[in-house]
């Protein structure tokens, strides 16, 4: 099973929105709405933003916002502040079978 | 809250075995099942294995013939331990809470271990 892509930086301006791809396949996410997002910052633990392809933990700011789309999984920031520069990296159940779980390549979010 | 840590080795010698140990706090150690992760230097995630209180490990295909998961409910512990390490083993570990079969993602994760493979 192979990592699910993302692209390996985007960057914005403060105020605005940015998008970050997940693409991944039928075997992963195109079958199951269980698809998660994290963000991690430098020398950090990664931390859950989005479960369930869109739902947000309690806490998480309503400026992230997950969504999917056959195999491709979303995650969107709005109103981009300089905190948000981080890694973010999508996660998808895999089916049993496999390796169960599959995650992506990481995205570099920079906020110029 | 929840807290998770890890701990064992920063240096394990090639070929050897690395094992480590996540103690888990402040939550119903019996109710969840439990992830190891980890990350090379400067690289993406990897989701290692899984297992419930109870046992029944689930690991990568990819690591599965290294891999061993095992836990202790006494202690709110569960354990990793990789046969046959290679450099390509050194990374950062982290343990998480892995909420399985009712939404599939980690919501408390440690604050992760290097463990370098060198002699």
């Known amino acids: 099973q192979s990592a699910l892509t993302q692209p390996a930086s985007v960057s914005g301006s403060p105020g605005q929105s940015i998008t970050i791809s997940c693409t991944g396949t039928?075997?992963?996410?195109?079958?199951?709405?269980?698809v998660s997002w994290y963000q991690q910052h430098p020398g950090k633990a990664p931390k859950l933003i989005v479960s369930?392809?869109?739902k947000r933990p309690s806490g998480v700011s309503d400026r992230f916002s997950g969504s999917k789309s056959g195999n491709t999984a979303s995650l969107t920031i709005s109103g981009l502040q300089p905190e948000d520069e981080a890694d973010y990296y999508c996660c998808s159940y895999a089916g049993r079978t496999t390796l169960a779980y599959v995650f992506g390549t990481g995205t570099t979010v920079a906020v110029l | 809250q929840v807290q998770l840590q890890e701990s064992g080795p920063g240096l394990v010698t090639p070929s050897e075995t690395l094992s480590l140990t996540c103690t888990v706090s402040?939550?119903?150690?019996?109710?969840?099942?439990w992830s190891w992760i980890r990350q090379p230097a400067g690289g993406g995630l990897e989701w290692i294995g899984r297992i419930y209180s109870h046992g029944d490990p689930t690991y990568n295909s990819s690591l599965k013939s290294r891999v061993t998961m095992s836990v202790d409910t006494s202690k709110k512990q569960f354990s990793l331990k990789v046969t046959s390490v290679t450099a390509a083993d050194t990374a950062v570990y982290y343990c998480?809470?892995?909420?399985?079969?009712?939404?599939?993602?980690?919501?408390?994760w440690g604050q992760g271990t290097l463990v370098t493979v060198s002699s």
């Open positions: 039928s075997s992963d996410i195109g079958t199951f709405n269980l």
């Open positions: 402040g939550a119903s150690f019996s109710t969840y099942s």
């Open positions: 998480a809470r892995d909420i399985y079969g009712s939404g599939s993602y980690f919501d408390y």
């Open positions: 369930e392809v869109s």
